[in-house]
């Protein structure tokens, strides 16, 4: 069965203390990972595709990697703004899969 | 560019009442989904379409939970009678699906506000 593992499931950072979040799978042909970020109140905003082991993608403090079996979102010296729920997704052959999210919490 | 646009935002009915939740995606974007996300929970699929076709819906409840998406634009979710269990956000996306090249498949979600419904 497909699944997808978000850890830790809440976090509190101060500002500027870099750390990463991880989301690990298991899914039958992977098509893509997906990382959003939701606020409260809101839908998730897209973030990064991932697609190959070894693959990064940065914007602005986040950076996402890809292993066959898990992907990080690093963020470097975090700001309060970066506080919300960090969502990833797999597209995969049995369908779109979110995991539970990771709640961010940055102090100033 | 509008984003996705659903309404209402807010719903409180008392049980075994029916509801409808309207969402206006992106326009040009051929894929529309339904999710229902409950609190500390990630989003999960109610439906999908493709263009005017329903073509996943095994996670939606049929025996209370219908849904149509006329001309392939607008949709409609519709619970009738509605549980108390139904509490929920009911989050609408939309994106603009290509055809996978080399296994890859362009799938990035842009998701609405949503409508948090609860029910008494």
């Known amino acids: 069965e497909d699944q997808v593992t978000q850890s830790p499931e809440a976090l509190r950072l101060q500002e500027g203390e870099s750390s990463s979040l991880n989301c690990s799978y298991t899914?039958?042909?992977?098509?893509?990972l997906f990382w959003y970020r939701q606020d409260p109140g809101k839908g998730p905003e897209f973030l990064f595709t991932l697609y190959s082991a070894g693959e990064e993608k940065e914007k602005e403090r986040l950076k996402a990697t890809l292993t066959k079996k898990e992907s990080f979102l690093h963020i470097t010296a975090p700001k309060p703004e970066d506080s919300a729920t960090y969502l990833c997704a797999v597209q995969a052959v049995g369908g779109y899969i979110f995991g539970t999210g990771t709640r961010l919490k940055v102090l100033a | 560019e509008a984003g996705v646009v659903q309404s209402p935002r807010y719903k409180i009915i008392e049980k075994k009442q029916p509801v409808a939740f309207w969402c206006n995606p992106i326009s040009g974007h051929n894929t529309l989904y339904w999710y229902l996300q409950n609190l500390g929970q990630g989003p999960e699929l109610l439906i999908r379409?493709?263009?005017?076709?329903?073509?996943?819906d095994s996670q939606l409840p049929k025996d209370r939970f219908s849904a149509e998406r006329l001309k392939g634009v607008d949709s409609t979710l519709k619970i009738q009678p509605a549980e108390l269990g139904d509490s929920a956000v009911y989050l609408c996306a939309s994106s603009l699906v290509s055809p996978e090249t080399s296994g890859r498949a362009r799938n990035e979600q842009f998701f609405g506000p949503g409508t948090r419904l609860t029910v008494l």
């Open positions: 899914v039958s042909g992977l098509r893509g």
């Open positions: 379409y493709e263009n005017e076709e329903a073509v996943d």
